[in-house]
């Protein structure tokens, strides 16, 4: 049943041999890629025009020098990523540069940097998307978080269905929110053009006083719109061949895009002076300023809600192979590794839809609450790619290393500063929430690392002599909780495999040993049968002691082998109906170590019952 709805919502399993033809094409590609960058224009617009409102008219006429800083600082990181692709065709981005060329921590808090981007940006997202469809239905912000998460389900569907077809399903809004947004920046710079510039004479009166900290408090906000320019760099396998000549048409491209978005909504709206009214987004306002209040009004409002639901894309192509790459490093759990049935990284997909949407219900939906924990992450990264890239280049020192160089210096240059700004403006309003998780996940990371080397220092066979004698025999032991059919494979079984079987009967109440001993004795006189008392009604704990005792007894060495014949229903739910003791015991054995260090065997015998 479990194997039939998981196949009805993601799809059968595809052969590890498809996985070729899975890669994307660039059409695809920036649909898969771009929409957190393209999108950023909702809330880095929102945002911009919150920090300003409150210096009144003064201060929305700053939008617009802030809008083009943004848009140069874009170019300058653009330009930087699209050497990093080259530079770096296996994909990983920030993390792989940084570890590379600055040592593993460097690596390690881009890398944790890049994983808390990549959920933030799933929650500001998802929740702005909902914003954006509340304020043309305002009814719809009472239900803003089960709106939201429902979203979120969706996205998770279409990723975990696989590459392709999740960017087949992002294709239709992202380009129908781009064929949407630029026919109405064309047709408000036309109006733009007839009507002239208009003053903001609905602006709010000014509560506080235009000063640079509130400039660059609004500067700081308006920087989440560089938050998916990464998204490229760390995907680059997933572009058909040649990848990153692929990859670098795509940046390019999206970059275009996201600099004529934002410039050109950020500019209409201070130049045709649009006020937000309440529980309204700016560029509702905008939408409504220059198509009113009709069909196509709300089709832009629709596409906003399409595209900033599918921004969310943009981490699940990331964040699931930034944890593949740490997770083959040994810093994270190596299930992250692993392909699923779709060829995707699924174990990467759940986690990071499962973590979106916790954060999504602990801050109520609320986009504006969001933000401030999102560009510290960004940048950190950004900052660190960069100054590796320079590095990189350094050495390498091939054709035209010095202005490659040249251009990633800037670009960190750039970044720090953004970097610095970012996390003083924001630090007390949630920032600083994200600043102590970076150096967390990095501990995190170095803990697993140990684990896996302490694994492998255990299982390593190096110092052992290259022919290894032959084990003493198995000791083999039952536990019995009845004599029925079940138990006669068990036996069976276990005299095949040791000369030496002893049955273990728990009794939990007193007599019950001396009947058990009794039917056991007729089936199988020659198996040796021990009663263990149980005066607390405990069978999981004076099993256990039971072959600790005969451990110590024994010393010898041996391996010891449990066996556990098991029935099974033929219905999932009847497991429910009955104690699961094989379970218990099964556990309770698996994370024991005897108390002389000597291993233990646990077989599990099924007994497959045909009628439940």
């Given at each position: 049943m479990f194997?039939?709805?998981?196949d009805?919502?993601?799809?059968?399993?595809?052969?590890?041999?498809?996985?070729?033809?899975?890669?994307l094409?660039?059409?695809?590609?920036?649909a898969a890629f771009?929409p957190?960058?393209?999108?950023?224009?909702a809330y880095a617009?929102?945002?911009i025009?919150?920090?300003?409102v409150?210096a009144g008219?003064?201060?929305?006429?700053?939008?617009?020098p802030i809008g083009l800083v943004?848009?140069?600082l874009?170019?300058?990181?653009?330009?930087?990523?699209?050497?990093?692709?080259h530079?770096?065709?296996s994909?990983?981005g920030?993390y792989?540069?940084?570890r590379?060329?600055?040592?593993t921590?460097?690596?390690?808090?881009?890398?944790?940097a890049?994983?808390i981007?990549?959920?933030l940006n799933?929650?500001?997202?998802?929740?702005?998307?909902?914003a954006a469809?509340?304020?043309?239905?305002?009814?719809l912000w009472?239900?803003?978080?089960?709106?939201?998460?429902a979203?979120?389900?969706?996205i998770t569907l279409?990723?975990?269905r696989?590459?392709?077809e999740?960017?087949?399903?992002?294709?239709?809004?992202v380009y129908?929110?781009?064929?949407?947004y630029?026919?109405?920046?064309?047709?408000?710079l036309i109006r733009?053009?007839?009507?002239?510039?208009?003053?903001?004479?609905?602006?709010?009166?000014?509560?506080?006083?235009?000063?640079?900290?509130?400039?660059l408090?609004?500067?700081s906000?308006?920087?989440?719109?560089?938050?998916?320019?990464?998204?490229?760099?760390?995907?680059?396998?997933?572009f058909?061949p040649?990848?990153?000549?692929?990859?670098?048409r795509?940046?390019?491209?999206m970059?275009?895009?996201m600099?004529?978005?934002?410039?050109?909504?950020?500019?209409?709206?201070?130049?045709?002076?649009?006020v937000a009214g309440?529980?309204e987004?700016?560029l509702?306002?905008l939408?409504?300023?220059?198509?009113g209040?009709?069909?196509?009004y709300y089709?832009?409002?629709a596409?906003t809600?399409?595209?900033?639901?599918v921004a969310?894309?943009?981490s699940?192509?990331?964040?699931?192979?930034?944890a593949a790459?740490?997770a083959?490093?040994?810093?994270?759990?190596?299930?992250f590794?692993?392909?699923g049935d779709?060829?995707?990284?699924?174990?990467g997909?759940?986690?990071l839809?499962v973590v979106?949407g916790?954060?999504?219900?602990?801050?109520?939906?609320?986009?504006?609450?969001?933000?401030?924990?999102?560009?510290i992450?960004a940048?950190?990264?950004?900052?660190?790619?960069?100054?590796?890239?320079v590095?990189h280049?350094?050495?390498?020192?091939?054709?035209?290393?010095?202005v490659?160089?040249?251009?990633?210096?800037?670009?960190a240059?750039?970044?720090a500063?953004?970097l610095?700004v970012?996390?003083?403006?924001k630090?007390?309003?949630?920032?600083?929430?994200t600043i102590?998780f970076i150096?967390l996940l990095?501990?995190?990371?170095?803990q697993?690392?140990?684990?896996?080397?302490?694994?492998?220092?255990?299982?390593?066979?190096?110092?052992?002599?290259?022919s290894?004698?032959?084990?003493p025999?198995?000791?083999?032991?039952?536990?019995?909780?009845?004599?029925h059919?079940?138990?006669?494979d068990?036996?069976?079984?276990?005299?095949?495999?040791s000369?030496?079987v002893?049955?273990?009967?728990v009794?939990l109440?007193?007599g019950a040993?001396d009947?058990?001993?009794a039917t056991?004795?007729q089936?199988?006189?020659?198996?040796?049968?021990?009663?263990?008392?149980?005066?607390?009604?405990?069978?999981?704990?004076?099993?256990?002691?039971?072959l600790?005792?005969?451990?110590?007894?024994?010393?010898d060495?041996?391996?010891?082998?449990?066996?556990?014949?098991?029935?099974v229903p033929?219905?999932w739910?009847?497991?429910?109906?009955?104690?699961q003791?094989?379970?218990?015991?099964?556990?309770?054995?698996?994370?024991?170590r005897?108390?002389?260090g000597?291993g233990?065997?646990?077989i599990d015998?099924?007994?497959?019952?045909?009628q439940?």
């Amino acid at each position: 049943m479990f194997n039939r709805i998981r196949d009805i919502l993601i799809g059968p399993p595809l052969p590890t041999q498809q996985s070729a033809h899975e890669k994307l094409n660039k059409i695809r590609a920036l649909a898969a890629f771009s929409p957190d960058a393209l999108s950023s224009i909702a809330y880095a617009n929102q945002e911009i025009y919150l920090g300003l409102v409150i210096a009144g008219a003064a201060g929305l006429s700053m939008a617009w020098p802030i809008g083009l800083v943004i848009v140069g600082l874009l170019m300058i990181v653009s330009l930087s990523y699209f050497q990093t692709l080259h530079g770096y065709p296996s994909g990983g981005g920030s993390y792989v540069v940084a570890r590379s060329n600055l040592g593993t921590y460097p690596g390690l808090v881009a890398g944790a940097a890049l994983l808390i981007d990549y959920i933030l940006n799933v929650a500001v997202s998802v929740t702005a998307g909902v914003a954006a469809i509340a304020s043309a239905f305002p009814a719809l912000w009472t239900h803003k978080v089960m709106i939201a998460l429902a979203l979120l389900v969706v996205i998770t569907l279409a990723n975990l269905r696989g590459l392709r077809e999740a960017g087949t399903v992002m294709s239709i809004p992202v380009y129908l929110f781009l064929g949407t947004y630029l026919l109405m920046i064309v047709y408000g710079l036309i109006r733009l053009a007839v009507e002239g510039p208009s003053a903001a004479v609905s602006a709010p009166a000014a509560v506080q006083p235009l000063t640079i900290l509130l400039i660059l408090h609004a500067f700081s906000t308006g920087c989440t719109a560089l938050t998916g320019i990464e998204s490229i760099s760390n995907g680059v396998p997933s572009f058909r061949p040649p990848a990153a000549k692929n990859a670098g048409r795509t940046l390019i491209a999206m970059a275009l895009l996201m600099g004529v978005l934002f410039l050109g909504s950020i500019g209409l709206t201070q130049f045709l002076g649009v006020v937000a009214g309440p529980q309204e987004t700016i560029l509702s306002a905008l939408a409504r300023r220059l198509l009113g209040s009709g069909l196509a009004y709300y089709v832009i409002q629709a596409t906003t809600l399409l595209i900033l639901a599918v921004a969310a894309n943009t981490s699940f192509a990331g964040f699931p192979r930034v944890a593949a790459i740490l997770a083959e490093d040994g810093f994270l759990p190596r299930q992250f590794n692993s392909l699923g049935d779709r060829l995707v990284f699924s174990n990467g997909i759940l986690v990071l839809s499962v973590v979106s949407g916790i954060l999504i219900v602990v801050f109520n939906g609320d986009t504006h609450a969001l933000v401030p924990l999102f560009a510290i992450g960004a940048f950190l990264a950004f900052t660190l790619s960069q100054a590796g890239m320079v590095l990189h280049w350094w050495r390498e020192r091939g054709r035209a290393w010095a202005v490659k160089a040249a251009i990633n210096g800037v670009g960190a240059l750039a970044t720090a500063s953004a970097l610095l700004v970012v996390g003083i403006s924001k630090f007390a309003q949630g920032a600083w929430i994200t600043i102590i998780f970076i150096p967390l996940l990095v501990f995190i990371f170095l803990q697993i690392r140990v684990h896996y080397k302490k694994m492998a220092g255990e299982l390593t066979l190096r110092g052992l002599p290259p022919s290894l004698k032959p084990a003493p025999p198995l000791r083999v032991v039952i536990p019995i909780f009845g004599v029925h059919r079940a138990m006669v494979d068990a036996v069976n079984f276990a005299r095949s495999i040791s000369n030496e079987v002893t049955a273990v009967y728990v009794e939990l109440e007193p007599g019950a040993g001396d009947k058990m001993r009794a039917t056991w004795e007729q089936w199988w006189p020659d198996v040796p049968m021990a009663v263990v008392p149980s005066p607390y009604r405990s069978i999981v704990g004076p099993l256990i002691k039971y072959l600790d005792e005969t451990d110590e007894q024994r010393n010898d060495g041996r391996l010891s082998a449990v066996i556990l014949p098991e029935f099974v229903p033929p219905h999932w739910w009847q497991n429910l109906l009955h104690n699961q003791t094989a379970w218990l015991l099964k556990a309770a054995l698996l994370y024991r170590r005897s108390q002389r260090g000597y291993g233990r065997v646990i077989i599990d015998i099924p007994y497959h019952l045909k009628q439940g």
